[in-house]
């Protein structure tokens, strides 16, 4: 059965914020808060939770998945970055954005799309998210709390308690989440193309 943390929107407790990274620290799949949607996320190098994640979402290995990062200094670690990403990353993040990025040799071959080597970036404005990937030191590999044949993300922190308490080792109660997802914005080879319109500003972006 999951165990469910309250936390605090604007100031996450520092206690229940360790816990949640020792859970997934341990191989724990957890639903957490972002700037757009729920989230399920785990840790970046855990094959058998990738899997669950992958089970529960019901996707293939052509799914991508999304490094959720503190800040752009993290970045360059996963992702190859030239002037022009920088600079608009830096401009539109911390938000609800999701970059697609050519990935470096930093990023394990199980996370990405099999014949493209590229992965999804993201720097969320919440701060529950933050404080987790701040413990964690390190990105939380993440995807949308979407189950399979529903339209819409789960937005109700209880909701997901009662569905999922077999199926995640934690849900974190943040309030309510929206609906919308990210702007997905793929920066390669030096080009900017918005392949997803979300809840993400998209003014003056793609020139």
């Not at 100031?11 to 341990?26: K, T």
């Not at 990353?89 to 071959?109: N, W």
Request: glycine share 8%; with cysteine.
């Amino acid at each position: 059965m999951s165990q469910f943390f309250a936390i605090h929107a604007d100031n996450p407790q520092p206690r229940l914020i360790n816990q949640a990274v020792e859970i997934i620290r341990g191989g724990g799949l957890v639903v957490y808060p972002t700037d757009s949607c729920y989230a399920l996320g785990c840790h970046i190098g855990d094959k058998r939770a990738l899997d669950r994640m992958r089970a529960l979402r019901s996707v293939d290995d052509k799914h991508k998945f999304t490094l959720v990062c503190g800040d752009l200094s993290e970045i360059t670690t996963y992702a190859k970055v030239d002037n022009i990403a920088y600079r608009l990353m830096k401009s539109h993040t911390p938000g609800p954005y999701t970059f697609i990025l050519k990935a470096t040799h930093e990023v394990p071959r199980r996370l990405m799309h099999p014949k493209r080597r590229n992965i999804g970036i993201r720097i969320p404005d919440n701060a529950i998210a933050l404080a987790l990937i701040e413990a964690l030191g390190e990105p939380l590999l993440s995807t949308t709390l979407l189950l399979p044949g529903e339209e819409f993300p789960l937005t109700d922190p209880y909701e997901m308690r009662q569905i999922l308490e077999h199926q995640v080792d934690l849900v974190i109660d943040g309030g309510y989440c929206d609906i919308e997802p990210t702007t997905v914005v793929h920066l390669e080879e030096g080009d900017v193309q918005v392949t997803r319109v979300g809840k993400g500003d998209i003014s003056g972006m793609e020139g």
